[in-house]
């Protein structure tokens, strides 16, 4: 593991978004880790853990950027994971842009006032966009053209952005960004995981794109790769194989149900009116056309070498 000017012994890391979705299948990786010498947690609330450190920081605050650069001016940390980002239902779309967009810009600014030797931010191969020109594989080099009537796509296409300036600017700061392909699993909440959650799950008729699908024990050692890989730069993060939307959803425990269109649409409202699993209206173009991401970069350069086909990480959602 490379030597790092923060901490003379162990890693010092720091975390934030330690309660959500990722944060919940790092921590436990960290805490085993006899090279991680303490844990800065950066959120809201203070999860378990031997090694944690909390301060309560509240990213979408006026005076969040002080609060980090004070604390990591008091405690500097060899790596920071910048986790704080929203894959759950959102009922306040600027509460969100505040957390997202905007806390990582105070994330940015007091790592970048820090010297943090290395910073590691998720992101979604959801952000290449599901177009029907796309290439049958997407690159890392591929332009973000995200999902324009989609907030939640949105936000973290501005976040990579961000983030990207940042290391053309701080070039002492290895960043690695992860872009994972769609998560499932018992601990995943997002639109695919609440979209086969339904028994019956609408279709749009005379389309079944190809889909990938990430177990989240992939995903949680994409995280912990991360924490010493020699690499920086974008990543993807993908299982093995690939599924037709149809097979996705069966391998799910669902049964598909191919609708025009028009009674498309009008089925999404209508679960989304009912407060139901669904996936979102403004995420038609990702069941119209695929979004394949090459995984080799991520192989060669951080050695992530899936172990869950696909199928297998689809299938953790089957109901008993």
Same mark, same amino acid.
């Given at each position: 593991?490379?030597?790092?000017?923060?901490?003379?012994?162990?890693?010092?890391?720091?975390?934030?978004?330690?309660?959500?979705?990722?944060?919940?299948?790092?921590?436990?990786?960290l805490e085993r880790d006899?090279?991680?010498?303490?844990?800065?947690?950066?959120?809201?609330?203070?999860?378990?853990?031997?090694?944690?450190?909390?301060?309560?920081?509240?990213?979408?605050?006026?005076?969040?950027?002080?609060?980090?650069?004070?604390?990591?001016?008091?405690?500097?940390?060899?790596?920071?994971?910048?986790?704080?980002?929203?894959?759950?239902?959102?009922?306040?779309?600027?509460?969100?842009?505040?957390?997202?967009?905007?806390?990582?810009?105070? &994330?940015?600014?007091?790592?970048? *006032?820090?010297?943090?030797? $290395?910073? #590691? +931010?998720?992101?979604?191969?959801? %952000?290449? /966009?599901?177009?029907?020109?796309?290439?049958?594989?997407?690159?890392?080099?591929?332009?973000?053209?995200?999902?324009?009537?989609?907030?939640?796509?949105?936000?973290?296409?501005?976040?990579?952005?961000? &983030?990207?300036?940042?290391?053309? *600017?701080?070039?002492?700061? $290895?960043? #690695? +960004?992860?872009?994972?392909?769609? %998560?499932? /699993?018992?601990?995943?909440?997002n639109p695919a995981t609440?979209?086969?959650?339904?028994?019956?799950?609408?279709?749009?008729?005379?389309?079944?794109?190809?889909?990938?699908?990430?177990?989240?024990?992939?995903?949680?050692?994409?995280?912990?790769?991360?924490?010493?890989?020699?690499?920086?730069?974008?990543?993807?993060?993908?299982?093995? /194989?690939?599924?037709?939307?149809?097979?996705?959803?069966?391998?799910?425990?669902?049964?598909?149900?191919?609708?025009?269109?028009?009674?498309?649409?009008?089925?999404?409202?209508?679960?989304?009116?009912?407060?139901?699993?669904?996936?979102?209206?403004?995420?038609?173009?990702?069941?119209?056309?695929?979004?394949?991401?090459?995984?080799?970069?991520?192989?060669?350069?951080?050695?992530?070498?899936?172990?869950?086909?696909?199928?297998?990480?689809?299938?953790?959602?089957?109901r008993s």
């Amino acid at each position: 593991m490379e030597a790092t000017q923060a901490s003379k012994g162990g890693l010092r890391v720091a975390v934030t978004g330690a309660a959500g979705d990722l944060g919940g299948l790092l921590l436990p990786l960290l805490e085993r880790d006899p090279d991680v010498e303490s844990i800065l947690v950066l959120d809201v609330a203070k999860p378990a853990g031997d090694k944690v450190d909390f301060h309560r920081v509240d990213l979408t605050r006026h005076d969040a950027e002080s609060e980090l650069s004070d604390v990591l001016a008091e405690l500097p940390v060899d790596v920071f994971y910048h986790l704080a980002f929203l894959y759950g239902p959102v009922r306040d779309g600027s509460l969100a842009h505040e957390l997202e967009v905007i806390g990582t810009m105070n &994330v940015l600014s007091a790592v970048g *006032r820090a010297r943090v030797p $290395r910073l #590691i +931010v998720p992101s979604m191969t959801a %952000l290449y /966009g599901a177009r029907g020109q796309n290439p049958a594989l997407l690159g890392e080099e591929t332009p973000l053209l995200g999902c324009p009537g989609s907030r939640f796509v949105t936000d973290k296409v501005e976040v990579e952005k961000q &983030v990207r300036t940042f290391r053309e *600017r701080h070039p002492e700061t $290895r960043v #690695i +960004v992860l872009r994972f392909a769609p %998560l499932f /699993g018992p601990h995943m909440n997002n639109p695919a995981t609440r979209m086969v959650a339904r028994r019956v799950v609408p279709t749009l008729l005379g389309f079944d794109p190809l889909w990938q699908a990430l177990h989240e024990e992939d995903a949680a050692r994409a995280l912990y790769q991360a924490l010493s890989a020699n690499a920086e730069g974008e990543f993807n993060i993908v299982g093995r /194989g690939v599924l037709p939307l149809s097979g996705l959803i069966r391998q799910a425990g669902g049964q598909p149900l191919p609708l025009p269109g028009p009674l498309y649409r009008a089925a999404l409202r209508t679960m989304s009116t009912l407060g139901g699993p669904g996936f979102p209206t403004a995420l038609l173009d990702y069941m119209h056309y695929g979004w394949v991401a090459n995984g080799e970069r991520a192989e060669e350069e951080l050695g992530f070498i899936p172990m869950f086909h696909a199928r297998d990480a689809v299938a953790t959602m089957r109901r008993s």
